[in-house]
């Protein structure tokens, strides 16, 4: 559990809705420069992040709490409230709330939902993409085990069967990437990057589609998975890169033929 990036997630949270708040509550321990409900939070993550609270543990009621903390319900509800989203609370009717599996895919649910349904810019999306899929290869070329880099090697090897479907193609592709991403031993990156590659799909459809981009694709495939295979982090680096450099180009191509 790393709390700076879940502040982070809860400050975005709510920044625009948050109104200036008496800094008389929670017991006058408070500074005064950080809204109340902010401040609730953090205590509770605080509290999980050393163990206090663990997944499972079914929170006081919002009367206690609201006791404990010294601060009345609007506030301690705003603060639930945004730990739901995060992923780090689930309520059900009636129930008090409760810590959850507290598991990557769970903590990013929210970003993919966000991501799913938002308009997007797709260079910002492959911009972010470099940031996390560049870093993962490093790791997964400097962590991964044998079999998992014989594995990568083998599914980008097997792309040579899917030069004239698409479809197989982007089954393989899928699992290619996501055995890349196991290798790294970062869930929480994984989880991110899943995310992330989800976003436009509809758009990879069309593109692998395209005449010429799936072999292409299948080479590239190769030059990392031999880059790996081989601990050469620079080059399955270099290599990766430029194999997000041609799903971009493809992807601009797939979108200005959908909108001709």
Do not use: W
Request: net charge neutral.
């Amino acid at each position: 559990m790393h709390a700076p990036a879940e502040l982070d997630a809860f400050d975005e949270l709510i920044e625009a809705g948050r109104k200036p708040k008496p800094a008389a509550e929670l017991g006058g321990s408070v500074s005064g420069r950080q809204p109340i409900a902010e401040q609730v939070a953090k205590r509770i993550l605080s509290m999980i992040k050393s163990g206090n609270l663990k997944s499972g543990d079914r929170l006081p009621t919002e009367q206690q709490m609201g006791l404990a903390f010294g601060i009345s319900r609007p506030p301690l509800r705003e603060a639930l409230k945004a730990l739901t989203l995060m992923g780090v609370l689930e309520s059900r009717q009636g129930r008090r709330y409760t810590v959850t599996d507290l598991s990557p895919s769970r903590l990013v649910a929210p970003f993919n939902s966000m991501m799913s349904f938002a308009d997007y810019d797709v260079h910002d999306l492959f911009q972010s993409r470099a940031l996390i899929d560049l870093e993962l290869v490093r790791l997964c070329t400097l962590n991964a085990s044998l079999v998992q880099r014989r594995r990568i090697m083998k599914l980008a090897e097997d792309g040579d069967a899917f030069h004239d479907d698409p479809v197989a193609f982007r089954l393989m592709d899928a699992e290619y990437h996501q055995a890349i991403n196991d290798g790294s031993g970062n869930r929480m990156l994984t989880a991110v990057a899943q995310g992330l590659y989800d976003v436009g799909l509809d758009e990879r459809r069309v593109a692998s589609a395209l005449p010429g981009v799936i072999p292409k694709s299948v080479r590239q495939h190769r030059e990392i998975g031999e880059a790996i295979l081989a601990h050469d982090v620079e080059a399955a680096v270099q290599s990766y890169r430029r194999h997000l450099e041609h799903v971009l180009e493809t992807t601009i191509q797939s979108m200005s033929a959908r909108q001709s």
